[in-house]
């Protein structure tokens, strides 16, 4: 009736569960009438398949269902899905502060909360990639250093921009939020940092939607 396999982001064994051992949400499409007792979905009627344990929700996993009209193998290989969320919903709060300060020309405040968003999102972003390095307590030096090992040899130029991006934050942060030097940025500079961390938020909470 049901098969499925839970894979690790840490390396650990993977499980596999067959027929009654199987557990996992699966969200019929609008419209369908599920009043019947014996209700059973035909594949089509089906909206998506995932994990529903909260110990299992940062695993990807396999799973093959038999429905009314035949079997369907639904999979979803992003690892660290529920972490990452848990950090966007952070980011989200410090990229519109950063948006407000940016429009009211508050640029130290900008500077402190643009580094907050930008190295949330590089971590983020080394989650969705089971970078081992940045699960736990980690400090400003490990992200810094793992994001910029990840894209340092990288031909995209979004993902050169976003680097960039990053370590001229984490550069000049300090003088912004401890009055540590002289800043000399413009505004168009400053724009071109939020848009780049904009792009960045937007491309990472899609890429923790995909289930298939």
């Given at each position: 009736m049901a098969a499925q396999a839970i894979f690790f982001p840490d390396g650990r064994p993977h499980i596999v569960r067959l027929n009654e051992e199987v557990s996992a949400e699966v969200k019929v499409k609008k419209g369908i009438d599920t009043s019947s007792p014996n209700f059973w979905a035909n594949i089509d009627e089906v909206e998506h398949v995932k994990l529903n344990e909260k110990e299992f929700l940062n695993c990807?996993?396999?799973t093959l269902?038999?429905?009314?009209?035949?079997y369907q193998l639904s999979?979803?290989?992003?690892?660290?899905?529920?972490?990452?969320?848990?950090?966007?919903?952070?980011?989200?709060?410090?990229?519109?502060v950063s948006k407000y300060a940016l429009e009211g020309n508050l640029v130290y405040a900008f500077l402190d909360n643009a580094f907050s968003t930008i190295e949330l999102l590089a971590k983020t972003n080394l989650f969705l990639e089971t970078n081992r390095s940045v699960l736990g307590t980690t400090n400003?030096?490990?992200?810094?250093?793992?994001?910029n090992k990840r894209f340092k040899n990288s031909q995209n130029d979004f993902e050169a921009e976003r680097r960039e991006a990053f370590n001229k934050l984490?550069?000049?942060?300090?003088?912004?939020?401890?009055?540590?030097?002289?800043?000399?940025?413009?505004?168009?500079?400053?724009?071109?940092?939020?848009?780049?961390?904009?792009?960045?938020?937007?491309?990472?909470?899609?890429?923790?939607?995909?289930?298939?």
């Open positions: 990807g996993h396999s269902i038999l429905f009314k009209d035949g999979f979803d290989f992003q690892y660290n899905k529920q972490l990452s969320n848990e950090h966007l919903a952070v980011t989200e709060e410090f990229l519109k400003h030096n490990t992200i810094k250093s793992e994001f984490s550069n000049i942060r300090a003088k912004a939020r401890y009055l540590e030097g002289q800043i000399n940025i413009d505004k168009t500079d400053l724009a071109s940092i939020f848009e780049i961390i904009d792009k960045m938020f937007l491309e990472l909470s899609n890429r923790t939607k995909i289930n298939l």
